[in-house]
């Protein structure tokens, strides 16, 4: 008796401790995100005068090129141009477009490239490279970058007055105007946010469009220039030479430094079939491509 008494208590109790026993088998732990490697690919010739931003027309398979060319860059000078290059680094037409003193962020609607141009944004027809337009932004004091949402409202950064503004069929409004921003520059927009990397504020931080809130994902980017979207994740240049990782819970790694190179890191893009990032040196006078694994 005792010994059936026994056996049917091991059995209640092997039950008992089934569930649990099930329980931390099923129990997982947070998958960690892997951080991409960047190898240098490629470099164009340092023949770029002060190369602020670049972008790829994925139409027509080509980088167009910001060029700044002489400082300070709030210089109404005309001396600014658009260039063109390969995917693979080649210049294909160092002075495309000109009369533009200081071009800096770039965005493409069809078949029109629009740029930033201190207290203007052009417009230049991309088959004939042709400015067919100048819209000025009242009060604005330096226009940086540009990111298109998908109804091809044009968001454009003013570091100078803290403003982001929008652009849209011709017609300009300030969209916000908020000290906290403490100099926005790189814009990013996806959906109902917009991304912005502070360039005096040190920090990135996302924007609710319809309310205008903001949050703030990693506050340790100094001279936060340019955004790009890397599958749910972020890469964030800053100005000085650094290119930094951004996943979806803000956790921030360094993947690029060419500060000791006295190379810096402008407006970046990421062309994600090539996996290829693209990194302006700005004073260096080249575009650097790194594969991303």
């Not at 403003?163 to 849209?168: E, G, M, P, S």
Request: glycine share 8%; proline share 4%.
């Amino acid at each position: 008796m005792r010994t059936n008494i026994l056996l049917a208590s091991l059995v209640v109790l092997g039950f008992a401790c089934q569930p649990t026993k099930q329980k931390e088998e099923t129990a997982s732990t947070p998958e960690k995100i892997a951080v991409p490697v960047l190898t240098k690919a490629w470099e164009t010739d340092t023949v770029l005068l002060t190369s602020e931003s670049v972008i790829y027309d994925e139409f027509r398979d080509v980088l167009y090129v910001s060029n700044i060319n002489a400082v300070p860059p709030t210089a109404k000078d005309d001396d600014g141009f658009i260039s063109i290059i390969s995917t693979d680094g080649e210049i294909l037409e160092l002075n495309w477009v000109n009369e533009i003193s200081a071009p800096k962020g770039m965005g493409i609607i069809d078949s029109s490239l629009f740029v930033t141009n201190i207290d203007e944004v052009v417009e230049i027809d991309i088959p004939s490279g042709v400015i067919v337009g100048r819209y000025p932004i009242n009060g604005a004091k330096f226009l940086n970058d540009i990111s298109i949402s998908s109804g091809n409202e044009v968001f454009i950064s003013d570091t100078g007055t803290n403003t982001i503004h929008v652009l849209n069929n011709g017609d300009v409004r300030s969209w916000l105007n908020d000290s906290s921003l403490v100099g926005p520059n790189g814009l990013l927009h996806q959906g109902s946010h917009l991304m912005v990397a502070s360039y005096g504020g040190n920090e990135f931080s996302r924007i609710d469009i319809n309310t205008k809130m903001r949050e703030t994902i990693t506050d340790s980017i100094p001279g936060g220039d340019g955004i790009v979207s890397y599958g749910d994740h972020y890469f964030v240049s800053n100005w000085n030479g650094e290119v930094h990782f951004v996943d979806t819970a803000g956790n921030r790694t360094l993947v690029l430094d060419t500060k000791t190179k006295g190379q810096n890191a402008a407006d970046i893009c990421y062309i994600p079939e090539k996996k290829l990032l693209l990194v302006p040196t700005f004073f260096g006078k080249s575009i650097v491509a790194y594969e991303v694994k």
